[in-house]
């Protein structure tokens, strides 16, 4: 029978004269925290948001009748140096809207001619006959009008996606009332308004839309395009009223909640055993609420059918000056609609809107909000959201919210109520045991985000954010 050998002592052992931490560890209890993650953000946009409930899981926006329909953009795809335009989204002309014969659309498209412009050409002048409708593929041009005082004022700036030129479709004598220079190089395609009415001749479909485009131009209409109430005002004696009403869509938009889920799975046995200090399920469950919430802000922001990027009105797109977002650029975002409760944009927009200010020697104000200081223009809170993309590597957008259904703003959508509930909106439902005795529930939330009106929602595109080199 043999004798193990006892394990040699090391020299820090043999002159150790009390106990080692590590030892000690053995017999004690650590103190933890729970489990921490860094995906969390602020998430000001679902904080901020005014909440209406949607018992039906449809809400539906009825607006008075327009006339005078949204302004859509052009898609185009880029084949090495040649540009074309996607033809389906030629019907986003307000003269094509309803123009669903793809090869109609199609063959426009084959029209269409491509231009490159450098920067400061002049594109266009003023006075001079609109023969064409231009579709901007590439790059940001300035409408410009004569100054009262010898001098060119620019007017608006339109960028990717953007047309002009629609008069040319219903008058055949329309002139240019402004000029068009090239801010940035790009490139243009142009679709020559006489192969348009070429078409036209031939294309029951075609001639169809251009008359209904006519006959809603001719309606009268404020200046939002709403089919206009008949008033009077500044009469003597007795004269006759005029007699109205108030039209509404006929096909109001609908917006149906949106769901984000998963399904959390725990192993029995850790469900069982590991309890203690702190409920495993209950700590999966927050960690995955916390990533659900996420995902619901980035939908309400990026969704290509409800998200606040794609429903914004082309009206309320405006572009940069210069590039980076000025002082001014900020000011022409609010002056497009009353009562704007909130601007948010990416934490790297403010910080680029910080340099602006500070190049200028102006100093933003700061807001308290729920507790937190953030920054503010014109006493306007602007909001850090991470979930605004940042394109390329340098630009991105700046929001502009008035926000609240009484209001006519911006509203978030949910429904509350709903069976398991764990928070609002969102449940937790067991699901089972399988045969590994994995247990699984199913969390979901239900959400979406509507704009009530057009101009409730306004948005700064192509927002420079890159640091200039010095």
Known sequence: MSIAAEPEQTEEQAARLSLSTAAARNLATTTKSAPQMQGISSRWLLRMLPWVQVDGGTYRVNRRLTYAVGR??????????????????????????????????????????????????????????????????????????????????????????????????????????????????????????????????RSEALAAALERFRADAGQPANHKGEADIALASGHDGEPDLPGTFVDYELAPREYELSVAQTVLRVHSRVADL????????????????????????????????FGLLHNADPKQRIQTHSGPPTPDDMDELLTRRRGTKLLTAHPRTIAAFGRECNRRGLYPDHLDVAGTRVTAWRGVPLFPCDKIPIADGHTSSVLAMRTGADDQGVVGLHQIGIPDEYEPGLNVRFMGINPKAVVSYLVSTYFSVAVLVPDALGILENVEIARPRA
């Open 72 to 201: 859509g953009r052009v898609a185009f795809v880029r084949e090495g140096a040649e540009l074309r335009v996607v033809p389906p989204t030629l019907a986003e002309l307000p003269a094509l809207r309803g123009v669903e014969d793809e090869d109609l659309l199609a063959e426009l498209a084959s029209r269409c001619t491509q231009r490159e412009f450098a920067r400061g050409e002049v594109i266009v002048e003023a006075g001079s006959a609109v023969d064409e409708i231009l579709l901007v593929g590439h790059g940001k041009i300035d409408r410009i009008r004569p100054g009262k005082y010898d001098h060119d004022s620019a007017v608006g700036s339109l960028a990717e996606g953007d047309h002009l030129g629609d008069e040319a479709l219903t008058d055949p004598d329309a002139t240019w009332d402004f000029g068009v220079r090239a801010a940035t190089a790009g490139t243009l395609l142009a679709l020559p308004a006489a192969a348009f009415r070429e078409l036209a001749a």
């Open 274 to 305: 590991y309890n203690q200090p702190m409920n495993q399920v209950e700590q999966q469950l927050k960690l995955t609420i916390e990533a659900l919430r996420e995902r619901q802000e980035h939908e309400m922001v990026n969704n290509p059918d």
